[in-house]
């Protein structure tokens, strides 16, 4: 549940357009079962583009978290445009978050700061109901990664006359874990079916390897949304 809107707005750059939604999801993956939510906001301006997310988790059975928020993620991006056919955008970006461990007064576990620094170039079907997004980016991860990197693909087709949207993103990086393995692989495809201008219903499909452990997981969602 992240980044995702980013590539919706590719074609209100420069109109002044604000995108902004709110998304609940129930997680049914193995030792899931608990909610999600995600609020994401994109507001473009003359000298670029400002996007952040904020996903929170809530409970959670394998670490005994039954009562309040058991873990925490956000990212905020900014791109920079000098004109309005610029094909490549400078970028820069920060992730962090915490995660607690288990119920019993535990402390939350800091998910570590993350900067990043790239460029990104965006393609479009002419009625932009297809748009692909690319960065590459330079990543350093604080007391674990000084020079590692990050691509990010992130896409968007609109289906009969737009009441269906697949969309999703997919993440690549390098990452020292304690179970020895370097590279990490993200992906969060997502269909969506417009009930309306504001309300959408699916869900998505975390696909990953070495993320939450040394192994490839696949993690559903059931999901609602809600524009503004």
Not at 73 to 102: D, H, S, T
Not at 171 to 178: I, L, P
Not at 206 to 223: G, I, W, Y
């Amino acid at each position: 549940m992240r980044k995702i809107l980013l590539v919706l707005i590719v074609s209100v750059m420069g109109l002044g357009a604000i995108a902004q939604n709110v998304q609940l999801h129930y997680d049914m993956g193995k030792d899931r079962g608990y909610l999600t939510t995600t609020v994401e906001m994109f507001k473009p301006d003359k000298y670029g583009s400002t996007f952040f997310f904020i996903d929170m988790d809530y409970g959670s059975d394998t670490r005994d978290v039954d009562n309040g928020i058991s873990s925490a993620y956000w990212e905020i991006a900014r791109a920079f445009k000098w004109n309005e056919n610029q094909k490549y955008m400078p970028r820069v970006e920060y992730n962090g978050g915490v995660f607690k461990l288990n119920g019993e007064g535990e402390p939350f576990v800091p998910i570590e700061n993350c900067w990043l620094l790239g460029v990104e170039r965006t393609w479009a079907s002419a009625d932009f109901s297809k748009i692909f997004t690319f960065q590459v980016n330079y990543k350093n991860i604080k007391d674990k990664e000084d020079a590692a990197f990050q691509l990010t693909a992130v896409w968007t087709i609109q289906m009969a006359d737009g009441k269906f949207t697949f969309m999703g993103f997919a993440d690549f990086w390098k990452e020292e874990m304690f179970w020895g393995t370097d590279y990490r692989f993200l992906t969060e495809p997502q269909i969506w079916y417009n009930a309306g201008k504001h309300l959408s219903l699916g869900g998505e499909i975390e696909l990953s390897n070495n993320f939450v452990a040394d192994e490839f997981k696949v993690m559903p969602t059931l999901a609602a949304k809600w524009t503004f």
